[in-house]
């Protein structure tokens, strides 16, 4: 019964099959116009001024692997999920004359700097089998997966390599399937590769000393923790709902000192988000002083969402995007990257990554907002940021 609602869903993908291909042909377009310097002159506020001496500018770029040949009926993390996005992306005004780079499929090299062979191997075998559950959570494996899941550690890797060579300031990796639960050495919670841990590594092969690692994701960032609990060079801080999938990240879960794991109680929006920004997130990168700033950005924190009971809002989206702009400037060598993770409501995941990125470009004016505010008060989170603040010398 598997394998048939799978053959279902692989005749559906045909159609956005053929949607992809249409965009890679604008993506080429758009890169050329890319290497010919020409990101930042996109935007008429900085047409003719020293880029040196404003701020706002930021030179931005995505990176698409839609992984549409991974998908499986019926499951949240589906086939979807990154077309909406570029759909999103593409009804914009701005959104739409942001260029995209092709992303690169992940090397062998770049996957074993944290995942083991064995957990390689596995996932080939699993690949015979496929369709198939492979973890309970459940994460699934089709012909494409292996496939999809080099491309989105690949893309991650591609973004790092244009940030540090400087032709970008701030970048999105546009990914499925997303990474961050995916251990070294196990998939887990629809995640193959842990795409943010590949790219965190990438960047520290490439000379990088220290990297931050910030996870908005509503759930726990565990295989992203695993993959860095005891390096002292790359600080991992997680936001997530507690008492949910994983049901890892507990406040006082500080690896060898560069782990910060901030659970929040249902209805926690984007008030608590704003206090983490400037209480927690800000003085730890000034502290840490890291080359680049990665981000885990998922949007199952959003209220809409249906896998989760924070009360994020686009609005919050833009704003906290602005502060990790603001961070990555102040702290990070003005470098930052967000990859893909969750985000299962379709219309507020597309909203939310747009809002992202004017929250990345600095926009002064509202990214759109489908949804609207939350329903519900937040409730106060005083108690558990001051033992983040505790536990952190802060
Ligand atoms: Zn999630």
């Not at 249409?22 to 990101?39: N, P, S, T």
């Not at 995942?115 to 596995?122: G, N, R």
């Not at 690949?154 to 399937?177: H, K, Y």
């Not at 960047?203 to 923790?225: C, K, L, P, S, W």
Request: glycine share 6%; proline share 8%.
């Amino acid at each position: 019964m598997q394998a048939a609602r799978l053959c279902a869903d692989h005749s559906d993908l045909r159609t956005g099959g053929s949607r992809v291909k249409r965009l890679d042909w604008l993506f080429k377009a758009q890169e050329d116009a890319l290497h010919a310097g020409d990101v930042a002159d996109r935007d008429p506020v900085v047409m003719g001024v020293d880029r040196s001496t404003i701020a706002p500018v930021t030179r931005i770029a995505l990176f698409a692997a839609p992984a549409t040949d991974h998908d499986l009926a019926d499951h949240p993390e589906r086939a979807a999920r990154v077309p909406a996005i570029l759909a999103a992306l593409a009804a914009d005004p701005w959104t739409s004359g942001l260029p995209y780079l092709s992303p690169k499929p992940a090397t062998p090299e770049q996957l074993l700097r944290v995942h083991t062979s064995e957990h390689l191997d596995f996932l080939e075998r699993a690949l015979a089998q496929a369709p198939a559950y492979i973890d309970h959570a459940p994460t699934y494996i089709t012909t494409g997966s292996l496939d999809a899941a080099r491309l989105a550690a690949g893309a991650a890797c591609t973004l790092v390599d244009a940030l540090l060579d400087d032709r970008l300031d701030a970048g999105f990796a546009l990914v499925r399937p997303p990474g961050h639960h995916a251990t070294p050495d196990h998939a887990m919670g629809f995640c193959l590769f842990n795409n943010v841990a590949v790219a965190a590594e990438q960047a520290r092969a490439r000379g990088a000393r220290r990297v931050m690692i910030v996870d908005f994701d509503v759930h726990h960032g565990n295989g992203t923790q695993d993959a860095f609990a005891d390096n002292p060079d790359v600080l991992f801080v997680s936001t997530h709902e507690e008492g949910i999938y994983p049901l890892t990240g507990a406040v006082d879960e500080i690896g060898a000192g560069t782990m910060c794991n901030i659970p929040l109680p249902a209805g926690a929006g984007p008030a608590a988000f704003e206090r983490i920004s400037d209480e927690i997130l800000a003085p730890l990168a000034s502290r840490f002083a890291p080359d680049l700033l990665l981000v885990s950005a998922g949007y199952d924190a959003h209220w809409a969402d249906p896998l989760a009971n924070l009360q994020m809002t686009v609005p919050g989206y833009q704003r906290l995007s602005a502060r990790l702009r603001q961070i990555a400037h102040d702290s990070c060598n003005r470098k930052v990257g967000f990859v893909l993770e969750g985000g299962y409501d379709l219309e507020a995941l597309s909203a939310g990554v747009v809002a992202s990125l004017y929250g990345l470009q600095a926009k002064p004016s509202p990214a759109p907002d489908p949804y609207g505010p939350a329903p519900r008060r937040e409730p106060e989170i005083d108690s558990v940021l001051a033992q983040v603040r505790r536990l952190q010398r802060l």
